[in-house]
């Protein structure tokens, strides 16, 4: 089994940077990818950034380009998402996923078997 916690969010006013984190345990040996998701009141979970364990190979959702930025330290176990210029749409719950395979795009919430709990980021105009 794999457990992920996520960290680092929290309230901001617009404009302004949070970093979250994931740490993952248990048997991470097996992580292909990893990515991070939001989900807004009302909407469907979206995929945002995504990353490979094995390699530098990132994705960034073209909705946050240049604003978020997918890093991992592989000796910690752990993912960093860095959001800045932050928006009010923004608002949402965010999570981390973990995926054993590499099949389909990495950004699609659909290809994770694993979750965390979520983080709450709200922004404020």
């Known amino acids: 089994q794999v457990q992920l916690v996520e960290s680092g969010g929290g309230s901001v006013q617009a404009g302004g940077s949070l970093r979250l984190s994931c740490v993952v345990s248990?048997?991470?040996?097996?992580?292909?990818?990893m990515g991070w998701f939001r989900q807004a009141p009302g909407k469907e979970r979206e995929g945002v950034a995504c990353v490979y364990t094995g390699s530098r190979t990132s994705l960034v959702a073209d909705s946050v380009k240049g604003r978020f930025t997918i890093s991992r330290d592989n000796a910690k176990n752990t993912v960093y998402l860095q959001m800045d210029s932050l928006k009010p749409e923004y608002t949402a719950m965010f999570y981390c996923?973990?995926?054993?395979?590499?099949?389909?795009?990495?950004?699609?919430?659909?290809?994770?078997?694993?979750w965390g709990q979520g983080t709450q980021v709200t922004v404020s105009s």
């Open positions: 248990g048997y991470t040996g097996y992580i292909r990818r």
């Open positions: 996923a973990a995926d054993q395979g590499s099949i389909g795009s990495c950004i699609s919430p659909d290809r994770y078997p694993f």
